[in-house]
């Protein structure tokens, strides 16, 4: 019997996936880390609890026994979140840097007023802003003591979450990342496929650092989890969360999409196997990479959608369980005209506005409780929505039906919202476990289990689908509160 452990590494827990050889998920287990928020922009946590915390959820799964069980080890993580550390001793230099961390956002603007942005497009397909790593990682150079001296001396390591999982799984000996998770620090040519010297000397980053970058179906060394194992196995199929997500939905042709419902969304699209210049609020990334073939995506990312809900329970104890959000949500009607725009890192795409603040609007002296907890889980679709209106404006690719995954996909107040406010079907994976999926998937391509994309699609997973009910008339009513309120958010920064 062969098993893919997969680690699913995640914005605040290291989560373990055991699936067998049918990819059937036979065990999990999830262990938190903490995140924290030493001033308002930064977001952080300490690397190497992500690694204790990845070896405790490794510990705690059942693994299976016998002479004719074998494993292997897949890798799904947050993408942008980076590491840098001495490449001697292993001790990072600073905290892993978050996705949500805007540090960067100062010099991100100054690429922008100096006429960067259509250059780093061009050759990344992303845009300069915080949410990707290279203006984290400048910062960490230019702002921790003798961090750049030695990074210049050849001494330190960079890498995003995957590649300080895989050196330390392999006891040092691997440095590398995959295509897709290198296309969304800046510093990657999606084109070349390789880091871009262009974007190192822009972001002032010595090439030195930088990770060797190998397809996502590739063979990410050796390890024993720490000496979990009896024997070292191989390391395969490595990629970033969201991509992962859309393999584990067998989205694999040329204008299929996805919805993956974490702590933020990403909506994303496969355009094929050539990149395409996205439009203005999207950006086009490495998808995956698979049997010799790099596959390239549109994506629109939210920057809080799980989050909000987070905020309702730990900040306003306005909830205390997912059933009881779907319950205090559909006790009203209807929003009674409260919007929610959870911009508590800026508005991401379709709108990019780094300085945006979060916001409720439409209160009156009938709100109650339940309105803004409903306006809270409306907000996730209509951020959704926005995304996927740009791409089909823009690129004239019309979407038909959307798979979703992720935690928040299990509400079924916001699938269902979600399929209303978009006009056309849902589809929900009932294995919850996309991303991890994916990698699995990746996995067995890497291992020579599977040989093409046609037995791919033959393990496509059953899916549940929600159709829209809600009237045309009531939709468009909805879709301008939510614009109104928006718009309300950004005359707030222009004002500042």
């Given at each position: 019997?062969?098993?893919?452990?997969?680690?699913?590494?995640?914005?605040?827990?290291?989560?373990?996936?055991?699936?067998?050889?049918?990819?059937?998920l036979v065990d999990h287990s999830d262990i938190p880390f903490k995140v924290t928020h030493s001033k308002t922009d930064w977001t952080e946590a300490d690397a190497d609890e992500?690694?204790?915390?990845?070896?405790?959820?490794?510990?705690?799964?059942?693994?299976?026994?016998?002479?004719?069980?074998?494993?292997?080890?897949s890798l799904v993580n947050q993408r942008e979140t980076f590491v840098i550390w001495d490449k001697n001793t292993g001790i990072p230099v600073y905290k892993a840097v978050l996705w949500q961390d805007r540090r960067g956002a100062p010099f991100c603007q100054e690429l922008v007023e100096k006429g960067y942005e259509a250059t780093i497009r061009e050759r990344t397909g992303l845009m300069p802003d915080p949410y990707f790593s290279a203006s984290g990682v400048k910062w960490v150079l230019d702002n921790v003591q003798s961090v750049r001296e030695r990074a210049e001396r050849g001494d330190l390591m960079f890498g995003t979450i995957d590649t300080w999982l895989i050196w330390k799984l392999t006891g040092g000996r691997v440095h590398a990342t995959d295509y897709s998770n290198a296309s969304r620090t800046l510093l990657f040519n999606i084109n070349d496929l390789d880091w871009d010297s262009v974007m190192l000397k822009l972001f002032t980053i010595p090439a030195c650092i930088m990770p060797e970058t190998r397809p996502s179906d590739s063979t990410f060394g050796e390890t024993d989890l720490g000496g979990l194992l009896p024997e070292a196995v191989s390391i395969a199929g490595v990629l970033g969360n969201?991509?992962?997500?859309?393999?584990?939905?067998?989205?694999l042709e040329s204008g299929t999409g996805k919805t993956t419902y974490g702590t933020g969304s990403s909506v994303m699209f496969n355009v094929g196997e050539q990149p395409v210049k996205a439009p203005n609020g999207m950006v086009c990334s490495v998808g995956y990479s698979m049997f010799?073939?790099?596959?390239?995506?549109?994506?629109?990312?939210?920057?809080?959608?799980g989050a909000v809900l987070d905020w309702l329970r730990d900040n306003l104890q306005l909830v205390d369980s997912e059933e009881n959000i779907n319950e205090i949500a559909e006790s009203v009607p209807n929003n009674g005209g409260v919007y929610f725009v959870p911009a508590f890192s800026g508005l991401g795409s379709p709108w990019w506005v780094n300085d945006a603040k979060a916001m409720i609007t439409g209160l009156t002296m009938s709100s109650t409780k339940a309105h803004v907890v409903r306006a809270a889980l409306e907000s996730i679709a209509y951020q959704v929505a926005?995304?996927?209106e740009l791409a089909t404006r823009d690129l004239n690719t019309p979407i038909?039906?959307?798979?979703?995954?992720?935690?928040?996909?299990?509400?079924?107040?916001?699938?269902q919202f979600q399929a209303d406010i978009l006009g056309?079907?849902?589809?929900?994976?009932?294995?919850?476990?996309?991303s991890g999926l994916g990698s699995a998937i990746l996995n067995c391509c890497a291992c020579g289990v599977y040989t093409s994309v046609e037995e791919i699609k033959e393990i496509r997973k059953t899916s549940e689908i929600c159709l829209p009910s809600m009237k045309p008339e009531e939709r468009i009513q909805n879709q301008q509160g939510w614009l109104q309120s928006v718009h309300t958010v950004m005359l707030g920064v222009k004002r500042q």
């Open positions: 019997m062969r098993y893919i452990i997969t680690i699913d590494q995640r914005t605040s827990s290291s989560k373990v996936l055991l699936f067998n050889e049918n990819l059937d992500i690694y204790e915390a990845t070896l405790e959820a490794v510990r705690q799964l059942d693994l299976p026994k016998g002479d004719d069980v074998t494993f292997s080890v969201s991509h992962g997500a859309l393999v584990g939905q067998v989205c010799d073939h790099t596959f390239y995506v549109l994506e629109g990312h939210v920057h809080s959608s926005d995304v996927i038909r039906e959307l798979s979703i995954d992720g935690e928040s996909a299990n509400n079924d107040f916001l699938m056309f079907p849902v589809k929900r994976l009932r294995l919850e476990e996309a």
